[in-house]
Nanobody, 126 residues
């Protein structure tokens, strides 16, 4: 059973920082690409960042490049999203997602991810 549980969301001031965590169950974690997506009210879910199963490769949406950092700890079965200098437009529900990774290139399409967490709300005040 694949379970993903996000935490760390909340209210943050623009220019501050926040770290999201996603705890995963099971031994499969170290072989899966892990990603963060977000969905703002009235908008479609969009890609934020992805990290390869080994942690060697990452990719970011243009809107967060240079401000957000994705990382993972395979010993703790956890993936993180460090959000630095957030902006009000970063306000959304943030979801982590998992997809099989070995032998597979990094993917950013929502439909390619089979497993999702329940989401955590991030609100950035101006």
């Amino acid at each position: 059973q694949v379970q993903l549980v996000e935490s760390g969301g909340g209210l943050v001031q623009a220019g501050g920082s926040l770290r999201l965590s996603c705890a995963a169950s099971g031994p499969w974690f170290s072989t899966y690409h892990m990603a963060w997506f977000r969905q703002a009210p009235g908008k479609e879910r969009e890609f934020v960042a992805v990290i390869s199963w080994s942690g060697d490769s990452t990719r970011y949406a243009d809107s967060v490049q240079g401000r957000f950092t994705i990382s993972r700890d395979n010993d703790k079965n956890t993936v993180y999203l460090q959000m630095n200098t957030p902006k009000p437009e970063d306000t959304a529900i943030y979801y982590c997602a998992a997809a099989p990774g070995i032998g597979v290139a990094l993917i950013i399409r929502t439909e390619s991810y089979s497993y999702w967490g329940q989401g955590t709300q991030v609100t950035v005040s101006s």
